[in-house]
């Protein structure tokens, strides 16, 4: 498919364990952003890559959390040492250019953590 | 800072009912504005935008007009769906700033 896809859709974790979170954007789109969605909640932004570069790591919630992106491609999110509190839907988005423009941001599907 | 603030959900409606999901913003500047629509089951899906004043997006029957006066964005539709039933999600965005996103409506259509 050409959307945004995220992997895996589910995870259940212990308490403590690292988890890493997978994101393939769309094909050429050369911006990449993380939000995270807590139960009942809006979008929380957590990082912008323009390209594999990070202009903007300012929603990452504590340095238990990094994120990498790789030939301008594929991105991974670490949680090391989850919490309970780390349990949301973490939603990726892709777009053409990024933060210079208007233009439109195409979400994932999500991938729903739970940490017990 | 920016900010966005939604109707709260949930909200309930008959089939073929009237739709109006306000939506108000603070930014500093002249955002451009978003609903995003969430299907059960599926990711965020951009429904409609504006990018200007007065400018008005269209798209699956929804409205919504951007009004810079009342720093408003509100969702309308004519005669709902039961498909229709989702999250919907009003966001700003200004350049080289973050997407700032509502906490979501959640809407019902029962038939």
């Known amino acids: 498919g050409a959307g945004v896809s995220q992997s895996p859709s589910n995870k259940v974790t212990e308490k403590g364990k690292d988890v890493e979170l997978r994101c393939d954007p769309i094909s050429g789109h050369t911006a990449l952003y993380w939000y995270r969605q807590r139960l009942g909640q809006g979008l929380e932004f957590l990082i912008y890559?323009?390209?594999?570069?990070?202009?903007?790591k300012s929603g990452l919630p504590s340095d238990r959390f990094s994120a990498e992106r790789t030939g301008e491609s594929v991105s991974t999110l670490t949680i090391q040492r989850t919490q309970q509190e780390d349990s949301a839907v973490y939603l990726c988005?892709?777009?053409?250019?990024?933060?210079?423009?208007?233009?439109?941001?195409?979400f994932g599907p999500g991938t729903r953590l739970t940490v017990l | 800072g920016n900010s966005v603030t939604q109707m709260e959900g949930p909200v309930t409606l008959s089939e073929e009912a009237f739709l109006t999901i306000n939506c108000t913003y603070t930014a500093t500047g002249y955002p451009s504005l978003f609903w995003y629509v969430q299907y059960p089951g599926e990711g965020l899906q951009l429904l409609l935008k504006?990018?200007?004043?007065?400018d008005k997006g269209s798209n699956k029957g929804f409205e919504a007009t951007y009004r810079k006066e009342t720093t408003s964005f509100h969702l309308e539709k004519g005669s709902v769906q039961v498909s229709d039933s989702a999250v919907y999600f009003c966001?700003?965005?200004?350049?080289?700033?973050?997407?700032?996103f509502g906490t979501g409506t959640r809407l019902t259509i029962i038939p």
């Open positions: 988005a892709s777009s053409l250019v990024g933060r210079t423009s208007t233009d439109t941001q195409y």
């Open positions: 890559f323009q390209g594999n570069s990070a202009p903007d």
């Open positions: 966001a700003l965005y200004l350049l080289d700033e973050k997407l700032t």
């Open positions: 504006a990018t200007k004043a007065d």
